[in-house]
C-alpha cells in the first residue's frame, strides 16, 4: 500500500527498466516529455504481456482448460490489483474499456443516454475538460434535450469553484470534471464538487486520466460515482482503460455493447445481461492489456506514488522557475506546483508552438504542441495552441535543463 | 547545424518574419479561408482578378507556424500576376519544391494549407492529384 515519500525516485535506475532510453533520437539521446499524451513502458510491462501471447493465451472466462484458467486468473487479478490501487470497495466495481474516452462514452450512454435522464435535465461540466469529457454530453443533450452548463476558469487557471453556486440546481442530474487538467496541470477539488453533485442528488464523473497515473487517488474519500483513467499514461499498454463505478450505480447503468461474454442467457429476440462488471465488456476484452495494465500498477505501487507525486512537484517547481525566466516565454497554469500535475504549457513570443516542437525533435526532446484536445480551453485563453512539457518517474532535472537549451535555440532561430 | 536545421533555412524564416502581401484586400474578387484544426494555423486568401482573367493582386491574412505562413506569403509571391489557368495548375508538388525543405506528413499540412486555399478561392478541387 501507500509507502512514505521518504525518499524521492531513483531516475537513473527507473530508467533502466524502460528500453526506450536505450536509443537515440536524431542521435541524440531521447528526451521524452510527453508523458501527458501517453507514457513510456517499463520492461515488467512489455514482458506481460508478451508472456501472456507466448505462454498461455487463451480467451477468458468460458474455457475449460489449465491455459483458459489461467488468462482468466491473470485477467481477474489485474482488476483486483487496479480495484486496490484506487481503493475501490470491491474489483466489481472496476469496468475494463479501452480506453478513458470509452469509459466517459460508456456513461453518457448507459447513464445518460439510455438511463433517466429527462429534457430538461442539467449536465454541468467545465471550460477545462478534455474533448473526450465533452463530446460524449453533447451527444446526451441531442439526443435527450438536456442542458449543458459549464464552471469557468480562472486567468490563473483554477477552476471557479465557486460557479458552481449558481450552476448546480435541483435540476442538475449529473456533474462531471477532470480531476486534473492536461493543458493547465491545475487539480480540481473533486471531494468538494462530489459532494456539491450528491446535495441535489446528481451523480459526480471524474476525468482521471491525468491524475490516476500521478499520485494518489482514493474513489471513496473522493466519493465520486464514476471516474475515468487508461492504462497507456500509466506505464501499461495501449487500448486498456478503466471506469470505476459505485456498484449501486453500474447496476444502474446500461452497456454500451451488446455480445459475448456480457450475457447471462440469450434467446431469439431477447436476452439477460451478466452481473457487474462483465455486463459491460462485451467481445473479448484486451487480456494482455489488462494484465500489462496490473503489472504497471504493480511497478507504480513498488515506487510509492507519493513518491511519485512528490518527485514530480519537484520537477514541476524547477520547470516553472527556469521556464519562467527565460525572455519571452509565458507560462499558463497556477505558480505552485503542489497545486498542478506535472504538466507545463507554455508560448514562446517569436515562435508558434508548432516550430518550438519541430526545433526541439532535433534535439531528441519530444514535446507536444497544439491545443490538447482541449479547444475550449485553448478558446477561453484566446490561444490557437500551446506547447506542453509533461513529466513522469523516469524524468529528471536534467530532461528540464535540456528542454530549457533547447527553447534557448528555438529563440536563436527566431531571434 | 546546417543538417539540423533544415527547415528553418534563411528563405523560410526571411518569409515569416517578412512576409510578403499580408493583409486584407478589400474589394477582393475572390476570397476563402481554412484551418488547420490540428495546430489552429489559420490563413485567408484575397484575389483581384481582372478583366483578362489573370490575379492582378493578392493578399493573405492569417496566424500559424513559421511553415505555414513563410509557404503563405511564397505562395503569393508565386502567383500574383498569373492567369487563373496557370494558378489552377500549380500542384502541391511544386509548392513543396519551392519551400525546398524536408518536411515531415505533419508538417507538409502546415506547408500546403495556403495552397488549399487558394485552390479553395479559385472553385479548383483540393483532392489528391
Not at chain 1, 10 to 33: A, C, G, H, M, Q
Not at chain 1, 82 to 98: D, G, L, Q, Y
Not at chain 2, 93 to 98: I, K, Q
Amino acid at each position: 500500500m501507500a509507502r512514505a515519500a521518504r525518499i524521492l525516485l531513483n531516475v537513473p535506475s527507473i530508467k533502466k527498466d524502460f528500453p526506450i532510453f536505450e536509443r537515440k533520437v536524431r542521435d541524440k539521446p531521447l528526451t521524452y516529455l510527453d508523458s501527458a499524451a501517453t507514457s513510456q513502458k517499463p520492461r515488467q510491462v512489455i514482458d506481460a504481456t508478451s508472456d501472456f501471447y507466448g505462454r498461455y493465451n487463451a480467451n477468458v472466462h468460458r474455457a475449460i482448460y489449465e491455459l483458459g484458467e489461467e488468462a482468466t486468473r491473470e485477467y481477474e487479478g489485474a482488476r483486483e490489483k487496479v480495484a486496490e490501487f484506487i481503493h475501490a470497495r470491491s474489483p466489481n466495481e472496476i469496468v475494463f474499456t479501452k480506453s478513458t474516452t470509452e469509459s466517459l462514452n460508456l456513461v453518457a450512454y448507459g447513464w445518460g443516454l439510455k438511463g433517466r435522464l429527462r429534457e430538461g435535465d442539467e449536465i454541468v461540466g467545465t471550460v477545462m475538460e478534455h474533448h473526450s469529457n465533452h463530446v460524449p454530453w453533447h451527444f446526451v443533450r441531442d439526443h435527450k434535450g438536456v442542458v449543458l452548463k459549464y464552471a469557468g476558469v480562472d486567468d490563473d487557471g483554477r477552476l471557479r469553484t465557486e460557479d458552481y453556486d449558481e450552476l448546480i440546481t435541483k435540476r442538475t442530474k449529473i456533474v462531471t470534471v477532470t480531476h486534473a487538467s492536461n493543458v493547465l496541470g491545475t487539480i480540481n477539488p473533486v471531494e468538494e464538487i462530489t459532494k456539491r453533485a450528491h446535495e441535489v442528488g446528481a451523480i459526480c464523473v471524474v476525468d482521471a486520466a491525468q491524475s490516476v497515473p500521478h499520485m494518489p487517488v482514493d474513489v471513496q474519500s473522493i466519493d465520486c460515482d464514476f471516474l475515468a483513467f487508461s492504462g497507456h499514461k500509466m506505464l501499461g499498454p495501449t487500448g486498456i482503460g478503466v471506469l470505476y463505478g459505485k456498484s449501486d450505480v453500474l447496476e444502474a447503468t446500461e452497456p454500451l455493447l451488446g455480445g459475448g461474454e456480457m450475457i447471462r442467457e440469450v434467446h431469439l429476440g431477447s436476452s439477460k445481461w451478466n452481473d457487474v462488471p462483465y455486463k459491460f465488456e462485451g467481445g473479448t476484452p484486451n487480456i494482455a492489456g489488462a494484465i500489462g495494465l496490473g503489472v504497471a500498477v504493480d511497478y507504480l505501487t513498488n515506487l510509492g506514488m507519493d513518491a511519485v507525486r512528490a518527485h514530480e512537484v519537484e520537477l514541476t517547481q524547477h520547470a516553472l522557475e527556469r521556464l519562467g525566466a527565460l525572455d519571452g516565454v509565458r507560462l499558463y497554469g497556477l505558480g505552485d506546483a503542489s497545486r498542478r500535475g506535472g504538466v507545463v504549457s507554455f508560448t514562446m513570443d517569436r515562435a508558434h508552438p508548432h516550430d518550438i516542437a519541430s526545433i526541439l525533435d532535433v534535439e531528441g526532446i519530444c514535446i507536444r504542441s497544439g491545443h490538447h484536445c482541449a479547444q475550449p480551453l485553448m478558446e477561453r485563453f484566446q490561444l490557437p495552441a500551446t506547447a506542453r512539457a509533461s513529466f513522469y518517474v523516469y524524468n529528471d532535472v536534467e530532461d528540464v535543463d535540456r528542454l530549457v537549451a533547447g527553447l534557448k535555440k528555438v529563440q536563436d532561430v527566431f531571434a | 547545424m546546417a543538417s539540423a536545421y533544415d527547415m528553418y533555412q534563411e528563405q523560410i524564416l526571411d518569409h515569416y518574419k517578412r512576409p510578403r502581401n499580408k493583409g486584407v484586400l478589400e474589394p477582393a474578387s475572390h476570397h476563402a479561408k481554412e484551418s488547420n484544426p490540428l495546430c489552429g494555423d489559420e490563413i485567408s486568401l484575397y484575389l483581384v482578378v481582372d478583366g483578362a482573367d489573370r490575379i492582378a493582386d493578392v493578399r493573405f491574412d492569417g496566424q500559424g507556424c513559421a511553415i505555414s505562413q513563410a509557404s503563405a506569403s511564397m505562395l503569393t509571391v508565386t502567383v500574383k500576376g498569373k492567369a487563373i489557368r496557370e494558378a489552377k495548375a500549380l500542384d502541391k508538388e511544386a509548392v513543396l519544391a519551392a519551400l525546398g525543405i524536408p518536411l515531415s506528413a505533419v508538417r507538409t499540412k502546415c506547408a500546403l494549407l495556403s495552397w488549399h486555399v487558394l485552390r479553395k478561392a479559385l472553385g479548383a478541387s483540393t483532392k489528391d492529384t
